[in-house]
Structures are given as structure tokens and as C-alpha cells.
């Protein structure tokens, strides 16, 4: 019988391809970028699995050129690039990767909260063009995290995970949940307390978005829920780069209506708004929330591990319920 035929749309590590490689024939897209879209169509023509990232856009009309797909496995816990009904439509399977990367984006949030209020990337460009003369008591401050109000907008599992670090550093948590059939209250600390959005944002220090993108989380944050939260707040955002309107955010930063902001995620990435780039009150990041040799492996191999459960018949380890 045929082996079934796997399009891999970017470099995984050797040890994934071989997990492949005993029961399918395997197909690597190795370019430096992302696949191109009409490439990807052409190489999807008789193969049974995608395994894909959160760049390739995986709309009808890729479904339509892969007519003999069983699964997308999205290497990626955010699957807002996979056009869902389409698949269900088609028949397609989805997977994500949920689990395996929530300590290291978590982990990456607070090294991003500590980076804004601490200035240290701001610090770090002033000390390398020369700009640093010495110690001096008012130089470079930013504020204290300890008996501040951690504000978590989204508690599903990385959330969780990133208010769970917050005793560590002395402070308090909030959380907003917008769907209640999320993982939230069933995931929270009973001395975290459970607000409002709009209480959440008028009353936390800083702002941690942990909500997927969706029709109804696109601008979330815009220029009114900005000017809900303090002055003296800061914006975390490892989530979806489109849940925050980063015009409105620009001009925020710049009028100083928020102390500062870090941001791992963009509206166009690879682009990043300009107003942001010159700005020194917000750290900038490449999204790199799971980006660690350990969980990149382990989001994979479950990749991996989901293409081959539903080609031996099976449901996937991880479907994307949507
Ligand atoms: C990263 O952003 C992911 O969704 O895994």
C-alpha cells in the first residue's frame, strides 16, 4: 500500500522528520522564509498531511489544491491562520499545539514585564552609544512590580501560567475573562480575583493579553480601553499582534497616557508600525513567546504526533475545537 505523502512547510528537527519518516513520505520546504502560497499549493497536490506555522495562510483555496488532505497540523497554539470552517467543509482535520509551549510564553511574558518596567532594553541602547556617564540616584527609574495588581486578560492556560509567577514578584492578580466557556475560573487561584474587563484595565499596573484572535478580540485593546488604564500602567502583549490597535498604542506611548508597553506579536508581522519604532517607552520583540530549542521541538513533535494519529485512522492528540 501507498505511504502517505507529508508536506513539512518549514525546517523541524531531525528527530520529528524520522518520527515521520517510519510511516509516511515526507516532504521538507527548507527556504530561509515562509513557504509561497502559490508553492504551497503546488507541492500540496497528493498529499495526505500539512504540517504548517502560524505564517502560511491556510485559506480554502490551499484547501482546495490539497484534495486529498486529512489533517492540518498547525505547529502553533494560535490557529487563526487556518480558515476552520473551510477545513470542516473539506473534511480537513485541524491540530494545534497547545500545552507544550505554555511555560516557555509565560516565562518570555515576564521577561517582557521586567524588561519594560525595569527599562532594560532602553538602558541597554543608551549604554551602547556611549550615552551612559554613571551611577546617579534618578537615572533610568521605573517602577516597582511588588504590591502592584497584575491584570490578566484571558486566563486560559498561558495566562494561568503567567499569573501563577506573580507571587514571586509580590503581586496581586486580576483577570477578565471574555468567554465563559473559557479555561478561566476552572484554571484561577482563589485569591486571584475575577473583574470586568474595563475594571481590569482601570485598576491594574500592568495588562497581560492572553486571548486567541478572533472576530471579537481584533482591537480589543483600542484608544477607549487604552484610556481606561492608569497613566502609570504598562501593556503586556504575547498574544495575537491584531488584538491591539497599535496606531492607538503609538499615540498612547507617545502622549505618556501609559508608562510603557512590550509587545512580542504585531498587527503585519514582520512589519512593525513605525510610530512604535521610535518610541523608547515600549520593548520590542520578534515573537519569540515559545521560542526556546526545547519547546519548539516539543510543538513539533505533538505537530508530528497529531499527523500521524489521524493518518492511522485515529482523532488527533490536539484538535482545534473552533
Ligand atoms: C505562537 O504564537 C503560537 O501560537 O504558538
Redesign the pocket.
Known sequence: MARPGVLVTCRIPTSVVERLEAACDVEVFAGPDAMPPGELKARLEGKQALLCL?TDRITADVLDAGRDLRIVANI???FDNIDLDAARARGVVVSN?PDV?TQATADLTWGLILAATRRIPEGERLLRRGGWSGWALDFLLGSDLRDKQLGIVGLGRIGAAVASRAAAFGMRVAYATLDEAAAGPSAADPAWARLGLDELLSSSDVVSLHVPLTPSTRHLIDRRAILRMKRRAYLINTSRGPVVDEEALAWALRERLLAGAALDVFEEEPRVHPGLLELENVVLAP?L??ATVETRTAMADLAARNVLAVLSGGPPLTPVRA
Open positions: 502560524l502553533a497554539v494560535g499545539t509551549l515573537h513567546g515559545s
